[in-house]
């Protein structure tokens, strides 16, 4: 399984940051990182599938689409900083978390 | 703390909006943290107007939280309240007193209370996430990270994107300038300059003393940057392998043509918005002084005037008749304005009579001197038809007078 991270927006949005898309190989992880990753990530699925529609734009909001590959199977979640829903902003923690301290 | 498991408890709304104003910080920490856990904080307007627009007028009463690196802000904690001691955290100082200086500006210069001329409460979250380069106004409070110290670093640290954020509030419950293509530019340029206008106000410094620069604080020595924006030369804050050039443009002839999507940048906001903020800047230095006495005034009494869907031409336009308003037909702020929205690519289709040759720039005699032809050919037609009415003319003067043009 594969996670990627790409951001865009933000009070910097006129800066075309042009970073590519952060990745986690899952299976690279350690099984207690992995059981948390997963359970996030099937809370912010299953959050998403709850809701009609991601939270509105904000000015100056970053957004945030998380992409899942995992075999042929793949999920894309999508949000942005204004009206963050909860199990996305924890998944999100755990991803910010991850990147800064493997940075 | 209060450990009501209030996701399922029977605590009425009521109730819990009583709460908030409790003399007790964890007693309102505690509501709040009930209140936000079951609404969505931008999403649920409903929730957001019935909880805070029936309390008592709080008179922009601020309250910080540590959001603790959590994107959640349901698990933020009060660090600072208005009447609590200054915390040990700079972060939650630089917010709290961003906030008032904020409120302050708005409260003396325009005699508006608060975000919403209503006395609205002055939330912030300071340490939202994780090396997040980013602050935000998300329709009931401000946000801020603490950058990464590479691109960017703590946005507490800079007192015009504070004011920058709030000012979003007061763009939202005035003109609410819809956030996309012209009219989210214009909202973004009202933030700027309401930004910049409080960083000058708090250091009383003239239109000419002014950096005229957004978020020049938040920038680190890694990264070649002076700020986020420049008001004064657009397309100049910075410029580096990284980033590349800034995109801004100074003149419509550049006018930058984005979708409205993310990526976009809903239509570049944060990208033409240089170009208003510019004739902003050529407004406060044509008049000189303070930016915020005359300049300032016109913007602001042009931002209650406008609406959701303003373009660009028409918020020209009104500024042109507010400085008349505020300042008379033809005067000093009137003819400033008019003569840089012509230096931005914007020409006032709303100039009166008395200022149509003052809004023409004297150093552009070419420009002068065509109009002045053009009005000199329409006085002698006016004349020539005036004698023809009244029978003053006989058909040989008339030809004497076309023999000597």
Known sequence: MKISLATSGGQAAGVFMRKPPRVIEVEKLAAAEKAELVGRLAAAVAEAKSHAAPGGRGADSMSYTIDVEDGERSVTLKQSDAGMPQAFAKLLDWLQAHFAANK | ?405
């Open chain 2, 1 to 405: 703390m209060n450990t009501c498991r209030c996701a399922n408890c029977i605590m009425p709304p009521h109730i819990l909006r009583r709460l908030l104003n409790h003399k007790n910080a964890k007693v309102r920490q505690s509501a709040l943290n009930t209140l936000l856990g079951t609404a969505r904080l931008r999403g649920e307007r409903s929730v957001r107007a019935a909880t805070f627009a029936p309390l008592a007028p709080t008179n922009g009463r601020r309250t910080i939280f540590d959001a603790r690196h959590s994107n959640d802000l349901t698990s933020a904690v009060v660090a600072r309240s208005e009447d609590g001691p200054p915390s040990s955290d700079g972060a939650v100082n630089r917010a709290y007193d961003g906030f008032g200086t904020t409120n302050d500006f708005y409260k003396e210069v325009f005699k508006r209370n608060s975000i919403d001329d209503k006395g609205m409460r002055l939330n912030g979250y300071v340490h939202r996430g994780i090396d997040f380069n980013n602050a935000f106004w998300d329709g009931e409070g401000m946000v801020f990270g603490d950058g990464d110290g590479e691109m960017f670093t703590d946005f507490t640290l800079s007192l015009d994107v504070i004011a920058h954020e709030l000012t979003h509030g007061v763009t939202e419950f005035t003109a609410n300038l819809e956030y996309h293509h012209q009219s989210g530019a214009l909202n973004e340029s009202m933030s700027d300059v309401f930004g910049s206008l409080v960083k000058q106000w708090s250091l009383k410094q003239t239109a000419d003393e002014a950096d005229w620069l957004i978020g020049a604080e938040v920038t680190t020595p890694t990264i070649k940057m002076d700020a986020l924006r420049s008001l004064k030369a657009p397309g100049t804050a910075f410029n580096n392998s990284i980033m590349g050039k800034d995109p801004q443009p100074a003149h419509m002839k550049q006018f930058v043509k984005l979708p409205n999507t993310e990526e976009g940048d809903n239509g570049g906001v944060h990208i033409n918005s240089g170009i208003t903020n510019k004739a902003f800047f050529l407004v406060a230095t044509a008049i000189g002084g303070h930016a915020w006495e005359d300049a300032g005034q016109i913007w602001y009494e042009s931002l209650l005037a406008s609406n959701a869907k303003t373009q660009f031409q028409a918020f020209a336009d009104t500024t042109v008749v507010q400085a008349e308003r505020l300042f008379g037909a033809g005067s000093t702020q009137q003819q400033a304005v008019a003569d840089a929205w012509n230096q931005v690519g914007l020409k006032p289709t709303k100039v009166p009579s008395s200022a149509i040759a003052s809004a023409v720039r004297a150093t552009d005699s070419e420009a002068f001197g065509s109009l002045a032809k053009q009005i000199a050919a329409l006085s002698a037609e006016v004349d020539a038809l005036t004698r023809k009415v009244q029978g003053l003319e006989s058909p040989r003067s008339a030809k004497k007078r076309a023999r000597a043009k």
